[in-house]
Protein backbone atom coordinates (compact mmCIF):
# COMPACT_ATOMS: atom_id res chain seq x y z
CA UNK A 1 0.00 0.00 0.00
CA UNK A 2 1.33 3.37 -1.30
CA UNK A 3 0.02 6.58 0.67
CA UNK A 4 0.79 10.45 -0.59
CA UNK A 5 0.07 12.58 2.02
CA UNK A 6 -0.16 16.31 0.72
CA UNK A 7 -2.26 19.76 1.82
CA UNK A 8 0.19 20.93 4.52
CA UNK A 9 1.10 24.59 4.67
CA UNK A 10 1.57 27.04 6.82
CA UNK A 11 -1.34 28.81 8.51
CA UNK A 12 -2.59 32.04 11.00
CA UNK A 13 -3.70 30.33 14.50
CA UNK A 14 -7.33 30.21 13.51
CA UNK A 15 -7.32 28.86 10.23
CA UNK A 16 -8.18 25.92 8.53
CA UNK A 17 -6.68 23.20 6.37
CA UNK A 18 -7.63 20.24 5.05
CA UNK A 19 -5.14 17.26 4.54
CA UNK A 20 -5.23 14.32 1.82
CA UNK A 21 -4.27 11.02 1.90
CA UNK A 22 -4.23 9.15 -1.61
CA UNK A 23 -3.88 5.42 -1.30
CA UNK A 24 -2.57 3.08 -3.84
CA UNK A 25 -5.14 0.21 -3.01
CA UNK A 26 -9.23 0.53 -2.46
CA UNK A 27 -9.76 1.71 1.34
CA UNK A 28 -12.75 0.27 1.50
CA UNK A 29 -10.46 -3.58 2.20
CA UNK A 30 -8.54 -1.29 4.93
CA UNK A 31 -8.99 -2.21 8.63
CA UNK A 32 -8.57 1.34 9.14
CA UNK A 33 -7.37 4.57 8.68
CA UNK A 34 -5.63 7.21 10.12
CA UNK A 35 -3.56 10.34 10.85
CA UNK A 36 -0.62 10.69 13.13
CA UNK A 37 1.47 13.71 13.96
CA UNK A 38 4.83 14.32 14.91
CA UNK A 39 6.16 17.39 16.68
CA UNK A 40 9.23 19.00 16.59
CA UNK A 41 11.24 17.30 19.16
CA UNK A 42 8.18 15.15 19.98
CA UNK A 43 7.17 11.34 19.83
CA UNK A 44 4.37 10.58 16.97
CA UNK A 45 1.02 10.21 17.93
CA UNK A 46 -2.17 9.55 17.07
CA UNK A 47 -4.40 12.58 15.88
CA UNK A 48 -7.49 10.58 14.64
CA UNK A 49 -8.82 7.01 13.04
CA UNK A 50 -11.30 5.61 11.01
CA UNK A 51 -12.33 2.11 11.47
CA UNK A 52 -13.76 0.48 7.83
CA UNK A 53 -17.20 0.79 9.52
CA UNK A 54 -16.62 4.14 9.17
CA UNK A 55 -15.93 5.10 13.25
CA UNK A 56 -14.27 7.66 14.26
CA UNK A 57 -11.89 8.22 17.15
CA UNK A 58 -10.18 11.41 17.82
CA UNK A 59 -7.32 12.67 20.41
CA UNK A 60 -8.71 15.10 22.80
CA UNK A 61 -6.87 17.40 21.84
CA UNK A 62 -8.32 17.42 18.55
CA UNK A 63 -12.22 16.71 19.24
CA UNK A 64 -14.30 19.15 17.99
CA UNK A 65 -12.00 20.94 15.79
CA UNK A 66 -11.13 18.47 13.07
CA UNK A 67 -12.99 15.87 11.41
CA UNK A 68 -11.16 12.50 10.15
CA UNK A 69 -13.60 11.10 6.68
CA UNK A 70 -12.68 9.55 3.22
CA UNK A 71 -13.99 8.80 0.48
CA UNK A 72 -13.80 5.12 -0.84
CA UNK A 73 -14.24 6.03 -4.61
CA UNK A 74 -11.47 8.15 -4.52
CA UNK A 75 -9.27 5.87 -2.56
CA UNK A 76 -8.48 8.93 -0.16
CA UNK A 77 -8.83 9.91 3.71
CA UNK A 78 -8.78 13.89 4.65
CA UNK A 79 -8.56 15.38 7.64
CA UNK A 80 -10.50 19.01 7.69
CA UNK A 81 -8.71 20.95 10.67
CA UNK A 82 -9.99 23.81 11.70
CA UNK A 83 -9.93 26.17 14.54
CA UNK A 84 -6.20 25.61 14.48
CA UNK A 85 -3.45 26.37 17.07
CA UNK A 86 0.32 26.79 17.35
CA UNK A 87 0.24 23.72 19.13
CA UNK A 88 -1.16 21.80 16.42
CA UNK A 89 2.36 22.50 14.91
CA UNK A 90 3.66 19.39 13.66
CA UNK A 91 4.74 16.72 10.66
CA UNK A 92 1.39 15.10 9.86
CA UNK A 93 0.85 10.91 8.81
CA UNK A 94 -1.17 9.36 6.90
CA UNK A 95 -1.32 5.28 8.27
CA UNK A 96 -3.25 2.58 6.80
CA UNK A 97 -3.36 -1.03 8.40
CA UNK A 98 -4.54 -3.79 6.09
CA UNK A 99 -6.84 -6.45 7.26
CA UNK A 100 -4.11 -8.28 9.04
CA UNK A 101 -3.15 -5.34 10.81
CA UNK A 102 0.18 -4.70 8.76
CA UNK A 103 1.03 -0.67 8.63
CA UNK A 104 1.69 1.60 5.71
CA UNK A 105 3.17 5.22 6.34
CA UNK A 106 2.96 7.70 4.12
CA UNK A 107 5.91 10.35 3.63
CA UNK A 108 4.37 13.14 5.80
CA UNK A 109 3.27 16.99 5.35
CA UNK A 110 4.58 19.99 7.39
CA UNK A 111 1.72 22.21 9.25
CA UNK A 112 2.57 25.33 10.46
CA UNK A 113 0.35 27.28 12.93
CA UNK A 114 2.16 30.82 13.27
CA UNK A 115 0.77 33.99 13.13
Known amino acids: VQLQASGGGQVVPGGSLRLSCAAS????????MAWYRQAPGGRRALVAR???????YYARSVRERFTISRDTNRNTLYLQMNALKPEDTAVYFC??????????WGQGTLVTVSS
Open 95 to 104: NAETSDLTPF
Open 25 to 32: TTISTLSS
Open 50 to 56: IGSDAST
